[in-house]
């Protein structure tokens, strides 16, 4: 598999969690969350090293936001608590594998009462 895919989005209160998914295929360098609101560019999320976890975050998100992975499913996750309208974006999942880079289709995520 070349393509990550996503999965978990969905529509949340304000105050509320989601948790969402990307499965890749192996050999992983690192793999990420990006995020891109309507009329906005793509920022970064947070974004996890997959041999030693080390993780940077966007100051946006520090503090509400995990991310982590499980090694042997090739799996990334973004726990996201706390979540604020602002936080609505198509969610997007980044691979970094053998010096390139593959991106999901997005998962929609909308925080709003």
């Known amino acids: 598999q070349v393509q990550p895919v996503e999965s978990g989005g969905g529509l949340v209160q304000p105050g509320g969690s989601l948790r969402l998914s990307c499965a890749a295929s192996?050999?992983?360098?690192?793999m990420g969350w990006y995020r891109q609101a309507p009329g906005k560019e793509r920022e970064l999320v947070a974004v996890?090293?997959?041999?030693?976890?080390?993780?940077v975050y966007a100051d946006s998100v520090k503090g509400r936001f995990t991310i982590s992975r499980d090694n042997a499913k090739y799996t990334v996750y973004l726990q996201m608590n706390s979540l604020k309208p602002e936080d609505t974006a198509v969610y997007y999942c980044n691979v970094e594998r053998w010096g390139l880079h593959y991106w999901g289709q997005g998962t929609q995520v909308t925080v709003s009462s």
């Open positions: 996890i090293n997959w041999s030693g976890g080390n993780t």
């Open positions: 192996g050999n992983i360098k690192s």
